[in-house]
């Protein structure tokens, strides 16, 4: 039997929300301690305008610029969304990034924390914060190490009162992602963390079972990133 990919985006969606309250059933915990974040990076607003008429309220962005030039209008008509950023941020971005987002999933380095901390002392208000640990310590990708993890757990909450309260990864593509999961939610635990985002399309139902709170799904919802002009 040829399975079959839903032609609309609230087709897949609705595929989505069904397999991850399987997942949590099958973890023994309720549909709704996981949350689907819809990652419509690359994707136009109309797509995320499908995506709200099905009901998504929390959607994902890689880049500042990008959700800038989306994201203001949407929200005039769906003030009730939530907009993650979950891609990496430059330090001289923070301004912007916090006028924009509600919360930030890639705090990694304490230049960016003492950004944070430096537009908070202007008084602005900070979005919720996740700290991106780098559990595979691969060269090329964000985040922090799992060794420097609790030092920089401490810096950004108890030093600068930043308002952590997650943790994120993006495991390695090449191996098993179980290990890498099992990794973040043990120092979620450590820290007294409640949110672990975790998963993406491929391997999301694997992060439930290990306890992610999060799960970042953009492909089975919105399908092929559209291909970039050359």
Not at 31 to 38: E, F, I, K, Q, R
Not at 98 to 124: C, N, P, Q, Y
Not at 156 to 183: K, N, Q, S, T, Y
């Amino acid at each position: 039997m040829i399975e079959t990919f839903p032609s609309t985006i609230a087709a897949r969606l609705a595929a989505i929300r069904a397999r991850v309250a399987a997942a949590a059933a099958a973890a023994q915990r309720s549909a709704g301690s996981v949350h689907l974040v819809a990652v419509s990076k690359t994707h136009d607003g109309d797509a995320c305008l499908e995506a709200l008429a099905a009901g998504q309220k929390i959607f994902g962005e890689n880049r500042v610029q990008e959700a800038q030039g989306k994201w203001p209008a949407l929200r005039l008509s769906h003030p009730d969304l939530e907009l993650h950023l979950i891609g990496p941020l430059q330090s001289n971005k923070a301004a912007d990034a916090i006028a924009l987002f509600d919360v930030i999933e890639s705090l990694d380095r304490e230049k960016l924390a003492r950004a944070l901390a430096s537009e908070r002392d202007k008084g602005k208000r900070l979005p919720r914060l996740y700290i991106q640990v780098n559990t595979g310590e691969e060269e090329q990708k964000a985040g922090i190490g799992p060794k420097e993890a609790p030092a920089f757990i401490a810096l950004c909450r108890d030093r600068l009162g930043l308002p952590v309260e997650g943790l994120m990864c993006i495991p390695p593509v090449d191996e098993e992602p179980a290990p890498h999961f099992a990794l973040l939610a043990q120092l979620a635990r450590q820290h007294g963390l409640p949110a672990i985002s975790m998963g993406m399309s491929g391997d999301f139902e694997i992060a439930i079972r290990f306890g992610a709170t999060h799960v970042r799904v953009g492909t089975a919802i919105f399908g092929e990133r559209p291909k970039t002009a050359p």
